[in-house]
């Protein structure tokens, strides 16, 4: 398996695809969200990230990495454990891009434990979209 990238996907009222990344990813690998370039930044307020355990023997943390270059980053990593057999989504309130947005623009998550994880990302489109 191998670090993996996935681009958000945007919403829209007549309803979208929700894709999942192409990989995998086991323990000790990354997962990176991004924006596309239609979007050209993430929504932290309307992201919401979906992460799906596989496996039925292991549970699998996940630690959300802190951002390089903003207010908030003194706040540092978060955790998240995603229990066997599980599927979390994680967003909301605590989840801000002054925390965990990073200076190229996307959001990484490193995960411990074998997994495999699936994940997708989806936001709401902003007004203008």
Avoid: C, H
């Avoid at 929504?43 to 802190?66: E, I, K, M, P």
């Amino acid at each position: 398996m191998a670090n993996g990238t996935l681009k958000v996907t945007t919403m829209t009222l007549a309803g979208a695809s929700i894709t999942a990344a192409s990989t995998t990813i086991a323990s000790s690998e990354t997962m990176t969200i991004s924006a596309t370039t239609a979007q050209s930044a993430l929504d932290f307020n309307s992201l919401a990230v979906t992460v799906a355990n596989a496996s039925s023997t292991a549970s699998v943390t996940l630690s959300l990495g802190a951002g390089s270059n903003f207010s908030e980053i003194g706040q540092g990593a978060y955790s998240i454990t995603v229990a066997t057999a599980t599927t979390v989504v994680v967003g909301g309130q605590g989840f801000e891009s002054a925390r965990f947005l990073n200076s190229s623009g996307a959001v990484v998550f490193t995960q411990a434990g074998a997994g495999p994880t699936t994940w997708t990302a989806t936001q709401y489109p902003r007004a203008t979209e």
